[in-house]
Nanobody, 118 residues
Framework: VQLVESGGGSVQAGGSLRLSCVVSGSTNRDCMGWFRQAQGKEREGVAGIDSDGRTYYSDTVRGRFTLSRDNAKNTLYLQMNSLKPEDTAMYYC???????????????WGQGTQVTVS
C-alpha cells in the first residue's frame, strides 16, 4: 500500500492550496483522513471521510477546509482556503482506522507534503 501526497507549497495568509493523496495497493479506501504536524508540536487530525462518504473536520479548520475523494482516480483531496500562518505544517494522508475517527490508530500513512503560510 502506498499513499503519495502532493500539492503543498508556500502561500500568503488568506490564500488557498489543494492537497492530493493518491492511493495504490490493496487497502480499504473507504476510511481516509488528513493529518498535520507542525514543527515542535504533536500530530493532529484535520479531516476524515468514512465509508458512507460523510466528512468531518477539526474545529480549527471547519469552514475553511474541504475534504473530497475521487474513487475512480483513487485520490483524496483537501481543499484549503483562507489559510492562516498557524496552518503551517507537514500534511499527511492516512488510510484505514477501526472506527474511522481522527483519534484512532491509522494503518497506512503517506510521506507528507509541506504547507507554509506566511
Amino acid at each position: 500500500v502506498q499513499l503519495v501526497e502532493s500539492g503543498g507549497g508556500s502561500v500568503q495568509a488568506g490564500g488557498s492550496l489543494r492537497l492530493s493523496c493518491v492511493v495504490s495497493g490493496s487497502t480499504n479506501r473507504d476510511c481516509m483522513g488528513w493529518f498535520r504536524q507542525a514543527q515542535g508540536k504533536e500530530r493532529e487530525g484535520v479531516a476524515g471521510i468514512d465509508s458512507d462518504g460523510r466528512t468531518y473536520y477539526s474545529d480549527t479548520v471547519r469552514g475553511r477546509f474541504t475534504l473530497s475523494r475521487d474513487n475512480a482516480k483513487n485520490t483524496l483531496y483537501l481543499q484549503m482556503n483562507s489559510l492562516k500562518p498557524e496552518d503551517t505544517a507537514m500534511y499527511y494522508c492516512a488510510a484505514e482506522a477501526r472506527r474511522c475517527l481522527l483519534a484512532d490508530q491509522w494503518t497506512y500513512w503517506g510521506q507528507g507534503t509541506q504547507v507554509t503560510v506566511s
